[in-house]
């Protein structure tokens, strides 16, 4: 799974490791730094203190998007006990969620705590809710549509900047990848551009991968897991239809 710290790896395989740790390449490897004011709805997530079996701990990142004023569409794996085990119900560890910008430490945007998990009942995905609604930036719609194989989405992430990196990129990355696969609760996606290498990558987990409408963009999967990165294979991404109508339910939006 794209999300556990550096010192998870050995429990889990490719995630949001720790900031200081092992595992995959370029947020949003082979990708593009994103434009200052777009993507506002996309979210850096950043845990610390996380427990570790023989009582240290650790710090750690994930990726998401804004779907309503106070909560984030994650991956479930970001959220886990010291045995790995999901969690629901209170955030088991320090979380802060970063929205609306570009840059980590730039100007504008907010930063709220993350107060709150509820784990999606069919697939890997997570709602994170905030300590408080976010009213500067425009969350993201979510898709009702199946993904279809050969179409083309979009990708944003805060994930290390290569393969070595112990550390989230300090500026939102973006590509795009093509839908290889159509699973029941996931989506297999490849590189499209700028190169066919483009990929998620370590601190990735959860980032949105959306398609890009008249209407604006509608989130359709969150990344899970893959291989190291930049990578020509097929990622695992858990598609967000079919879990449309619980995220509409426990955000209590439309």
Same mark, same amino acid.
């Given at each position: ?22 595992? $995959?390449? #370029? ?5 593009? $730094? ?27 990142? /994930?990726?998401?998007?804004?779907? !309503? !004023? ?7 794996? /970001? ?23 570009? #840059?980590?430490?730039? $100007?504008?945007?907010?930063? %709220? ?5 509820? #784990? ?11 300590? *408080?609604?976010?009213?500067?930036? *425009? ?14 989405? @979009? ?15 300090? #500026? ?6 093509? %839908?290889?696969?159509? !699973? ?16 998620? /990558? ?16 509608? %989130? ?8 190291? /990165? ?17 995220? @509409? ?6």
């Amino acid at each position: 799974m794209r999300a556990l710290s550096v010192l998870a790896l050995s429990a889990v395989t490719v995630g949001a490791v720790l900031l200081g740790g092992p595992s $995959p390449a #370029q947020a949003v490897a082979n990708g593009l $730094p994103v434009e200052e004011g777009k993507y506002g709805f996309s979210t850096k997530l950043t845990m610390t203190g996380i427990p570790n079996p023989d009582g240290s701990t650790r710090n750690s990142a /994930c990726s998401g998007a804004l779907v !309503a !004023a106070q909560w984030v569409l994650t991956a479930g794996h /970001c959220f886990h006990d010291v045995d790995g085990n999901l969690v629901s119900g209170p955030v088991p560890y320090p979380t802060t969620a970063t929205l609306g910008r570009v #840059q980590a430490d730039g $100007p504008g945007g907010v930063d %709220v705590a993350v107060v709150e998990v509820v #784990q999606s009942p069919v697939n890997d995905i997570a709602l994170a809710r905030l300590e *408080k609604p976010v009213g500067r930036v *425009k969350p993201v719609r979510v898709a009702r549509v199946a993904p279809r194989a050969g179409e083309v989405l @979009r990708l944003t992430g805060w994930g290390a900047l290569d393969g070595l990196s112990t550390e989230p990129a300090e #500026q939102l990355q973006t590509g795009l990848v093509t %839908v290889a696969s159509v !699973a029941e609760t996931t989506i297999g996606v490849t590189g499209k551009a700028p190169s066919p290498s483009t990929s998620a /990558c370590l601190y990735d987990s959860g980032a949105p991968y959306f398609r890009e409408t008249r209407r604006g963009p509608e %989130v359709v999967s969150t990344e899970s897991t893959g291989p190291d /990165c930049p990578h020509f294979v097929e990622e695992t991404t858990a598609r967000v239809d079919v879990a449309a109508d619980w995220i @509409r339910t426990t955000t209590g939006s439309r």
